[in-house]
């Protein structure tokens, strides 16, 4: 597996253009996010130009968080686009066992074959058709206990899974492994989980899709780390945190990454 700089320098230097059909809830936090890391984030969710816009971007995520039937019809029309362009895209599954519609919305956008699928263990078990505790957007289940269903669901799906929280999990059905950065205070911070499936997707545009989640996941959680550092409490370290994602160099990522195989 490549060093996560490599990832991080190359996405840097192309600010690949990248399409969120994201929640109302993350869309500011998302942008001003991807900014800060280098990418050019497009929050275009119209149905009349979602399929175009797939088609002209590096790279695509697409965020269930507030979820209607006209969003579905747009994130259907964006995915086919990207899938049939070739263009990455990343889906992230909120709550998607809470209702009936999420799971047939999960079940839809995941049969359009995603380059990678990043949620928190809840919601990767659920799109597995797995019972979870979750509630919500919340996970209410650990990591640890996801790791098997995302192993089957890469298989099955050919996406890079992604399991994230306190030490995130990745896999390609194969291939497996674990990243420890990250900061307790993260999870205090509304859309940080839905901004960092933009950052997968910018780390998607310029680098093989397994290489670009470890990458992405290490870069996010180091900057949480520079962040925790001097924050006083969720305000500070939002701030703290933007600047640590702008800031944060390759050669520094490359020392504090702590990736392991699993």
């Known amino acids: 597996m490549d060093h996560p700089s490599h990832a991080l320098n190359a996405m840097r230097t192309a600010a ?4 969120n059909i994201t929640n ?19 929050m275009a969710h119209a149905r009349d130009e979602a399929a175009e816009f797939a088609a002209l971007s590096s790279a695509l995520s697409i ?7 006209e969003w579905i019809d747009c994130m259907v029309l964006a995915a086919k686009a990207a899938s049939e362009k070739g263009t990455p895209w990343v889906l992230d599954p909120v709550a998607v066992g809470a ?19 990043r949620g928190n263990a809840s ?14 957007a919340d996970a209410a289940d650990p990591v640890s206990a996801a790791e098997d269903a995302a ?30 950065n ?39 959680g180091a900057a949480g ?14 701030v703290a945190f933007l600047d640590a994602l702008h800031t944060i160099t390759g050669e520094q990522l490359d020392s504090v990454a702590r990736i392991t195989a699993a």
């Open 225 to 238: 780390e520079q962040a925790g550092q001097n924050a006083q409490g969720p305000g500070s370290f939002q």
């Open 151 to 180: 192993r089957g669901l890469a298989a099955r799906s050919g996406a890079v899974v992604a399991v994230t929280g306190a030490v995130d999990f990745v896999t390609d059905g194969t291939t497996a492994h674990r990243i420890a």
């Open 63 to 69: 965020n269930i968080g507030t979820l209607d039937c």
């Open 182 to 220: 990250g900061h307790q205070m993260m999870p205090c911070i509304t859309a940080l989980g839905c901004a960092l499936t933009g950052i997968v997707a910018a780390f998607a545009a310029v680098a093989p899709a397994y290489d670009a989640t470890v990458a992405a996941l290490a870069y996010y």
């Open 99 to 117: 209702t009936a519609l999420r799971q047939e919305a999960g079940a839809q956008l995941l049969a359009l074959n995603p380059t990678i699928i």
């Open 24 to 42: 109302y809830v993350a869309m500011n936090v998302m942008a001003n996010v991807m900014l800060a890391a280098g990418a050019s984030p497009a």
């Open 123 to 136: 919601e990767i078990m659920a799109l597995s058709g797995m019972a979870t505790q979750g509630r919500g």
């Open 16 to 19: 690949p253009l990248v399409q």
